[in-house]
């Protein structure tokens, strides 16, 4: 966790770093929490509250919030401190020049260090570098492109009027975090620098295969909120309505592999089930994502069929290094 804050101090009083102790009892986070906010007053803010999950320590630093951006750190990473300068120094002058940026975007590092190896992602082709753009600006993002939150930073105000709150004692929230703003978003800004060191690689951390299948439930039900909160087909840009589905894609993709590895008859009822809530919820949404499922449809019967898709899994998790 110092390693997360000291990376953020940088921004000086430029910054206002939320250390949320979300009822930590296993850690020293709330001692931390509170000699920070003492060494550095006005600086750092240390906020205790409940457990409530990431969920809910995210929704307590919304709710906090005074600065005119929005961050999330988590306790592992950190941030590139040179990277994080020239972003200060960007935000600055869109208050100077009175420019209104709805979404701040640059590359996030995965960092493993069990494996001495480091991935960044950037957006340099699918984004215009260095200048505020619109949807219509885009291009086509590839696989490992998705806006994650590692890569997104939002007015702070925007968050807020559009209503986000994610649910509590709920893992992979994340998801909700960057999907359901989007369609509040109208214009953007893209840095290729690496701001995000994103650490990966710990047996417990969420992101973990086997952690993964045995938390599938709550991935199901970040699927389905995401389901829920927006109706795809009604958003008139096509580029963003193409993404929105390509992302949805993914999340759907990834429950459904999961609950294949698992492999007992009741994943395989909820993966079924899972994909006829969102059939319920919209067909038409429901046939696109089906069609650019991972290694075809996701419906391939028999156990052929189910190897295919994990094979298709474990190939991209090779290339990207997501977990």
């Known amino acids: 966790m110092l390693n997360a804050i000291n990376s953020a101090l940088v921004g000086g009083d430029d910054v206002e ?89 640059a590359n996030y590092v995965y960092e493993k260090p069990s494996e001495h190896k480091h991935k960044a992602i950037d957006y340099a082709d699918a984004f215009p570098v260095d200048k505020v753009f619109r949807w219509s600006d885009t291009k086509k993002l590839k696989i490992s492109q998705n806006i994650l939150m590692h890569s997104v930073i939002y007015r702070t105000k925007l968050l807020r009027d559009c209503g986000l709150e994610l649910p509590k004692h ?37 992101v973990n295969e086997k952690v993964m299948i045995s938390r599938i439930d709550q991935q199901i039900r970040v699927n389905k909120i995401m389901i829920d909160e927006i109706r795809i087909m009604r958003i008139h840009d096509k580029k963003l309505r193409d993404y929105m589905i390509k992302y949805l894609t993914m999340m759907m993709t990834v429950s459904s592999v999961f609950l294949i590895k698992e492999g007992s008859r009741e994943s395989i009822d909820k993966k079924k089930e ?35 898709i994990v094979w298709g899994y474990s190939i991209a998790r090779k290339i990207y290094g997501f977990n």
């Open 274 to 308: 899972l994909w006829h809530y969102l059939k319920e919820k919209d067909k038409v949404v429901a046939r696109k994502v089906n069609m650019q499922a991972l290694s075809g449809p996701m419906h391939l019967r028999g156990k052929a069929g189910r190897k295919l």
């Open 17 to 105: 770093i939320l250390v949320i102790d979300d009822g930590s009892t296993k850690d020293n986070t709330a001692k931390i929490a509170d000699e920070c906010e003492a060494k550095y007053p006005g600086i750092v803010k240390a906020i205790h509250q409940e457990n409530g999950g990431h969920g809910e320590a995210v929704n307590a630093g919304i709710r906090n919030a005074t600065g005119l951006y929005y961050k999330v750190l988590d306790s592992d990473d950190w941030l590139d401190k040179d990277a994080l300068i020239k972003v200060i120094d960007k935000i600055k002058e869109f208050v100077q020049e009175g420019i209104k940026v709805d979404m701040i975007l």
């Open 170 to 206: 709920t893992f992979y929230v994340d998801n909700i975090f960057v999907y359901v703003p989007l369609p509040h978003v109208k214009t953007m800004y893209y840095m290729n620098e690496n701001l995000y060191r994103y650490y990966i690689g710990r047996e417990d951390q969420s």
